[in-house]
């Protein structure tokens, strides 16, 4: 129901990011005012959350998209404690992790910035590069390589640290992690967009370790956790923000897809699934082809810049079973696997990009007798997964892991969770994509975009993002 005088706000998307929107729009943690606008959240399937989801499992409330968040950026532990689950908050139960390197899971080393080394003697001494890979180390420490591009806007990420650490570096550390979190490569990844103090560590003299360390200071003993979830689920900060904006007014339409928007006057029209809306304005926090599809007839540049992005999909496979299935004690949170790897005695590479101890990591769903595994396949360039059935990615899982981690019998209890074209990829210069996008938008009036295909795609990043286009156009 709109309001007579009121302005009226719709916000496209109701995954965080536009939920995060309709939460600033309808008064934010102050709560609304009497100039606080009719907010109405239309959303294509027929869930809030996009891929904020948790499902039961082996009997308890198991993630099966981000299982938590940062803890460093405020954005998320913010709105959890403006709705009100400050108690549900829980820290990550274990630090540290592995990475698949010269036939086994080798702990990361201390010292590693986004699995770029700060230190030469904890990457040294973990084994996990080999002699070839502790020489570009060394050589960094002792005659290092000079910049040769002098000061520039954005770099790909992989020839930058090959330069100045050597390919080792990039292919067994540098490309799981950062490569791993966008579920891209790192060969044409943008630095400013995902790892800015790389390019300010690449201009000083000197060693480029040293430089990196003096930009990304080590945490203290004493620091909070880096890591948190809530309690139930990440699917319950979605719960309670319905909850809460219900009770502020905000409508919310499912299962309605927006069909096309029109200008009306100085404001929108907007034709969903569920019928027409006109207002003041928009928020688009959809994924960026959809934004682009709805922008193309208002303005061709806006939608052709969110036409270049690409998307990754990855499928992930949830695994319940018994204790004495896995010999080795587990150690930290999980292990990455590289891209370039390949299966002992093949020349096919591996399908598992990573695997989450979630028993450990969240100590919340650990049970007695029983470990919780996620493994994670799919890359951008690397669809092998969308085309196997959930038993054959399932066995594959499985066989995988028998070599990676050394399991054996047979899962308790699986579930494999597909999501296409979940993850954007920033190539170089995506942020001067993203100001050509905003500028655009900006100039049509009344609208505004937000998620994870512009300046983040984590957790904090999105609802930064969804709150971000609620001011812009507040």
Same mark, same amino acid.
Not at 142 to 162: A, E, N, Y
């Given at each position: 129901?709109?309001?007579?005088?009121?302005?009226?706000?719709?916000?496209?998307?109701?995954?965080?990011?536009?939920?995060?929107?309709?939460?600033?729009?309808?008064?934010?943690?102050?709560?609304?005012?009497?100039?606080?606008?009719?907010?109405?959240?239309?959303?294509?399937?027929?869930?809030?959350?996009?891929?904020?989801?948790? %499902?039961?499992? =082996?009997? +308890?409330?198991?993630? #099966?998209?981000?299982? /938590?968040?940062?803890?460093?950026? $405020? !954005?998320? *532990?913010?709105?959890?404690?403006?709705?009100?689950?400050?108690?549900?908050? %829980?820290?990550? =139960?274990? +630090?540290?992790?592995? #990475?698949?390197?010269? /036939?086994?899971?080798?702990?990361? $080393? !201390?010292? *590693?910035?986004?699995?770029?080394?700060?230190?030469?003697?904890?990457?040294?001494?973990?084994?996990?590069?080999?002699?070839?890979?502790?020489?570009?180390?060394?050589?960094?420490?002792?005659? $290092?390589?000079?910049?040769?591009?002098?000061?520039?806007?954005?770099?790909?990420?992989?020839?930058?640290?090959?330069?100045?650490?050597?390919?080792?570096?990039?292919?067994?550390?540098?490309?799981?992690?950062?490569?791993?979190?966008?579920?891209?490569?790192?060969?044409?990844?943008?630095?400013?967009?995902?790892?800015?103090?790389?390019?300010?560590?690449?201009?000083?003299?000197?060693?480029?370790?040293?430089?990196?360390?003096?930009?990304?200071?080590?945490?203290?003993?004493?620091?909070?956790?880096?890591?948190?979830?809530?309690?139930?689920?990440?699917?319950?900060?979605?719960?309670?923000?319905?909850?809460?904006?219900?009770?502020?007014?905000?409508?919310?339409?499912?299962?309605?897809?927006?069909?096309?928007?029109?200008?009306?006057?100085?404001?929108?029209?907007?034709?969903?699934?569920?019928?027409?809306?006109?207002?003041?304005?928009?928020?688009?926090?959809?994924?960026?082809?959809?934004?682009?599809?709805?922008?193309?007839?208002?303005?061709?540049?806006?939608?052709?810049?969110?036409?270049?992005?690409?998307?990754?999909?990855?499928?992930?496979?949830?695994?319940?079973?018994?204790?004495?299935?896995?010999?080795?004690?587990?150690?930290?949170?999980?292990?990455?696997?590289?891209?370039?790897?390949?299966?002992?005695?093949?020349?096919?590479?591996?399908?598992?990009?990573?695997?989450?101890?979630?028993?450990?990591?969240?100590?919340?769903?650990?049970?007695?007798?029983?470990?919780?595994?996620?493994?994670?396949?799919?890359?951008?360039?690397?669809?092998?997964?969308?085309?196997?059935?959930?038993?054959?990615?399932?066995?594959?899982?499985?066989?995988?892991?028998?070599?990676?981690?050394?399991?054996?019998?047979?899962?308790?209890?699986?579930?494999?969770?597909?999501?296409?074209?979940?993850?954007?990829?920033?190539?170089?210069?995506?942020?001067?994509?993203?100001?050509?996008?905003?500028?655009?938008?900006?100039?049509?009036?009344?609208?505004?975009?937000?998620?994870?295909?512009?300046?983040?795609?984590?957790?904090?990043?999105?609802?930064?993002?969804?709150?971000?286009?609620?001011?812009?156009?507040?």
């Amino acid at each position: 129901m709109v309001s007579a005088g009121r302005r009226c706000v719709v916000v496209v998307g109701g995954g965080i990011s536009g939920l995060a929107a309709a939460w600033e729009l309808s008064g934010g943690g102050d709560g609304p005012t009497d100039r606080t606008p009719d907010v109405i959240v239309i959303e294509a399937s027929d869930r809030l959350g996009g891929a904020l989801r948790t %499902v039961e499992f =082996g009997g +308890r409330p198991v993630d #099966v998209g981000p299982d /938590g968040f940062l803890g460093r950026r $405020p !954005e998320a *532990l913010d709105l959890c404690r403006e709705v009100g689950l400050d108690d549900a908050l %829980v820290p990550i =139960g274990r +630090r540290g992790a592995g #990475v698949w390197s010269r /036939g086994r899971v080798r702990t990361l $080393p !201390e010292g *590693l910035a986004l699995g770029i080394p700060t230190r030469w003697w904890p990457t040294a001494r973990s084994g996990i590069l080999g002699f070839r890979g502790q020489l570009g180390l060394a050589r960094d420490a002792l005659l $290092p390589r000079p910049d040769v591009r002098g000061p520039l806007g954005d770099r790909s990420i992989g020839p930058l640290v090959t330069r100045k650490l050597g390919h080792t570096v990039v292919d067994v550390l540098a490309d799981p992690l950062i490569g791993g979190i966008h579920a891209g490569s790192v060969d044409d990844m943008s630095a400013a967009a995902t790892f800015p103090p790389l390019l300010a560590a690449a201009q000083r003299k000197g060693s480029f370790m040293r430089a990196l360390r003096a930009e990304v200071p080590t945490p203290a003993p004493d620091a909070p956790p880096l890591f948190w979830a809530l309690h139930s689920g990440m699917a319950s900060l979605i719960a309670q923000l319905r909850t809460t904006l219900t009770g502020r007014g905000v409508t919310f339409h499912l299962n309605s897809a927006v069909e096309q928007m029109m200008r009306s006057g100085t404001g929108w029209t907007i034709a969903a699934g569920h019928g027409t809306v006109t207002a003041d304005a928009i928020v688009l926090a959809q994924p960026a082809p959809e934004t682009s599809r709805l922008l193309q007839p208002h303005d061709d540049e806006a939608s052709g810049l969110l036409g270049s992005i690409d998307y990754a999909s990855v499928t992930l496979v949830t695994l319940r079973l018994a204790e004495d299935a896995v010999p080795e004690p587990l150690a930290g949170t999980g292990f990455l696997v590289p891209r370039h790897g390949t299966k002992p005695g093949t020349s096919e590479s591996w399908a598992v990009t990573a695997c989450t101890y979630l028993s450990q990591k969240w100590p919340s769903l650990a049970q007695e007798g029983e470990i919780l595994l996620r493994a994670s396949l799919g890359r951008f360039g690397d669809d092998r997964a969308s085309g196997w059935s959930d038993e054959e990615v399932v066995e594959r899982v499985w066989s995988e892991l028998g070599t990676l981690m050394k399991v054996q019998g047979a899962p308790l209890e699986s579930m494999v969770t597909r999501w296409p074209l979940a993850f954007p990829q920033y190539r170089v210069h995506h942020l001067m994509r993203t100001a050509g996008i905003e500028s655009s938008v900006s100039h049509l009036g009344g609208v505004a975009v937000a998620g994870a295909a512009y300046r983040g795609v984590g957790i904090p990043a999105c609802i930064a993002s969804g709150r971000a286009a609620a001011q812009a156009i507040a």
